[in-house]
């Protein structure tokens, strides 16, 4: 840290200038858009003249400073210049004069991004940093200074990554008026209450990233020039003068110095002049309301199938990682994974995953998601080259089908052969026992496990249903008119094999009869369909950023229904109207039961035609008191309540939209008794009736919220109107045990059962040519422990992350510290040594505070409730 002298004298004010980059990873335009300053109708900017301009300003004067901030953009620009070019960026880095901040591949997003995948964007970010630039790579501020909102955990990671501060301009605005008035912009924020730690944290005294007011040096600005021509008509050179002499004149007794800085230069300086102690925080950021009216709570919802899309890529990339690691592919195949890294760190960004960039770049971040799970079938057919086959056999090629979801796959459909062998991967670090399904185009089948014995499937139509939507572009004859449910059992960290051959019939009796039933009489707690009429007029209408109803929530009504019963799982097939169907699902075994919505085309009337935003209600006699929990993406449960605020006294201006919340992945609401738990597949907006949960799944907003994206959150789909289909996973039980439920089953729903298919020709001669199951783990892992994180780091070295998902206070049995053997935990390679590094994996845990606390013999790690711990591990493969 090199910083420009500043005065120690008390009676001195010091004003650090930081100038800074702030780039938009995509948003009007697509990201390479940004970059090459392609589209300049939509925005004048360039992201590569940025930097440019800025290098060239800096070798002029040692004593200017600039921060930059996000390193998906750094990187690209690295790759594009010469050496003279990138030398000249790295002696301005070492210098001081360049400081790295933030750090990450993007600056994501807080309400609506997995804590996965946020450390994963951190850490391709922060690695490619180091890569650079060496210890000069390291960034000590994050800078998360556009979110809309800031969550607990977030604060949390930050802190395990070694970070020291934290500086954000986005916050609610009563919160807001509340800290200017105490003089609180600065505080240390409790971000963990089981492994307290903390963060010093500062707000930008602006309402948004940019300067305060009545400063601007930018280009951009509109300040006349110089026109020191006296022959000009224009001409303002003594004009200039004198309102400059006048204003330095007017200065002189206040004892300022102003000069260049850098975020961490600023922390100095606060760190050797604050003596009295600083406030702190121990809630979060969100709801972020910019006004009275204006709730930034839409984007919890916005484009939920692209958010799905993200959660389904990164789910690909987990296992992806894995399998590189697990079998030492080769670097064609480290690339495909880098690849398929930085697709999913780009739509963390907090304009995609939020759904809040423009239909063209959400287009652009689609295909870039698309490509690189093309990549990741290349790879998984790597690893099966390599680890299938027995002794002389030939691999055969395994392919995916993307839309599975929608009963196709293409394969299948269009092949000659009657029997396919479907392998299922499974990334978790505990077993999995459980159903898949599979599309299937004949009337008779027998499925085969992966030791040879024949077990009982179950085999459904689908009537109703399928025919009210059409869900795909495709033409309605490619969807499978049946459906196979498969009971399998897979290892830890493996696969098994399934034989299905329709060459046999399939036994009778599998499948009841229907029946037809109302619904609010089938379960003991009432599930319903409702839509919000958004404000279309006025200052603030509903939009792609904020959620703001006209008037209370229309009920959709009730349901035709279908029972169809099963020895495997039994169903209730609601169909509401022509946009709204549910199947809900009672799988054998199952302490939870799933809700499969689709919802859409919302529709849009010809004439007169209004925004409408779709929910889910879920009523129990649970008397809640208005108190309900939400995950911080995805880990800590935070305690919510209706029309209160810990920070600030509530204004109740948007009764509605100003007491929704984000999920990542869950919410529950509870008494002493009994609780209510949902759990979805995507990030969504949430809040809190009597006795119950409500849930947004769908939105279609006919005009633009004034918030800059300029754009009417109008998905099409395929022209009709976009069409969802999503899950949510119903736990209802006792309070004290429910945790046991639901901080598994969110593992299992991240780590999804990943399926590829190939033909087969012979089943006996398969069965011997292959090895039909596998487990990369001695044993699997304590329910409460779970491998976050395994990838191939360098060469000869892996990257490991163990964490304890439960909190202290949910359970004593499984929430007391765990132990593990790291050194004996797998099967495909010898660990030699092991490093224990920082959460980001960019520094070593002894440069820190902390110390190392774990057996170097033995390998054996100790995890406390909520603890992260990653390791560097030196191995042999085996």
Known sequence: MVCNEWSKDKGVINVHLIPHTHDDLGWIKTVDQYYYGAKPSLVPVGVQYIYNTVINELEKNPERRFSFAETGFLWKWYNDHDDFEKHKLQK??????????????????????????????????????????????????????????????????????????????????LEKELRLKNKTLEFLWNSSDDLKTQIFTGIFFQNN????????????????????????????????????????????????????????????????????????????????????????????????????????????????????ALADLGPEDFANVETMAQASALVQHHDAVTGTAREHVTRDYEKQL?????????????????????????????????????????????????????????????????????????????????????????????????????????????????ELIIPVEIGALGYATYIVDNSTSIEDGLLSTVVEKRTNTYHKFRQEFFYYQGIMNGTQPSGAYVFRPDGEAIAIGCAKLEVVKGPLVSEVRQTFNSWVSQIIRLKKSAKHIEFDWIIGPIPKEYRNAVTKEVITRYITDINHGGIFYTDSNGRQMIRRQKKFNPSFEYVDSEPISGNYYPITNRVYINNDNKQLSVLTDRSEGVTSVDGGLEIMLHRRCLVD??????????????????????????????????????????????????????????????????????????????????????????????????????????????????????KNLFTSFKVVKATELMLAANRNINSTIRKPNYDFDNLTVTLKPMEIRTFKLEVDWI
């Open 209 to 324: 990233y940019g300067p305060p007011d009545g400063l601007c040096f930018d280009t951009l600005c509109y300040d006349d020039p110089i026109m020191d021509n006296p022959d000009m008509e224009d001409y303002n050179l003594h004009r200039k003068i004198s309102t400059f002499v006048a204003h330095v004149k007017n200065q002189t007794n206040y004892g300022i110095r102003v000069f260049y800085s850098t975020p961490s230069c600023y922390v100095k300086g606060v760190a050797e002049s604050f003596s009295t102690r600083l406030p702190t925080k121990n809630d979060d950021f969100f709801p972020y309301a910019s006004s009275s009216h204006s709730y930034w709570t839409g984007y919890f919802t916005s484009r939920p199938t692209f958010k799905r899309m993200i959660r389904e890529a990164s789910s690909i990339l987990q296992l992806c990682k894995q399998l590189d």
């Open 705 to 822: 919220d004034h918030w800059g994206v300029g754009e009417a959150l109008d998905e099409l789909g395929d022209g009709k109107g976009l069409v969802v289909r999503g899950v949510h996973y119903v736990v209802l039980g006792s309070a004290k045990n429910t945790a046991m439920i639901h901080r598994p089953l969110a593992i299992d729903i991240f780590h999804d059962p990943y399926l590829t298919f190939t033909q087969v020709k012979n089943v006996s001669e398969y069965m011997r040519s292959y090895k039909m199951e596998y487990s990369a783990m001695r044993r699997s892992l304590p329910e409460s422990i779970h491998l976050m994180t395994l990838e191939k780091w360098h060469r000869r070295s892996l990257l490991v992350r163990l964490e304890h998902i439960f909190e202290a206070h949910e359970i004593f049995n499984s929430s007391k510290s765990v132990v593990v053997d790291l």
């Open 370 to 482: 698309y490509k690189s799970i093309q990549e990741g079938e290349m790879l998984i057919n790597d690893y099966l080259k390599k680890v299938y086959p027995k002794k002389g056999a030939k691999p055969p090629k395994h392919v995916l089908c993307p839309l599975l979801n929608e009963t196709i796959c293409q394969p299948l459909r269009c092949s000659d052969e009657s029997t396919f062998a479907v392998t299922i991967f499974n990334s978790n670090s505990r077993q999995f026992s459980g159903l898949v399904r599979v599309p299937y185009y004949s009337k008779q089948a027998i499925v085969i496990d992966s030791k040879g014995d024949r077990i009982p499937v179950q085999r459904q139509v689908f009537v109703q249903l399928m025919k009210t939507f059409k869900v795909s572009s495709l033409n309605t004859n490619h969807r499978a008119p049946y």
């Open 92 to 173: 301005l880095v070492k210098t001081g004069q360049i400081e790295l901040i933030g750090g990450g591949w993007a600056q994501n997003d807080e309400a609506t991004s997995h804590y996965i995948d946020i450390v994963d964007q951190m850490t391709l970010g922060l690695k490619k940093l180091e890569q650079l630039f060496g210890e000069c790579g390291k960034p000590s501020v994050a800078w998360q200074i556009d979110p809309f909102g800031h969550s607990k955990e977030q604060a949390n990671l930050f802190s395990l990554m070694g970070y020291t501060s934290l500086f954000f301009a986005r916050l609610h605005y």
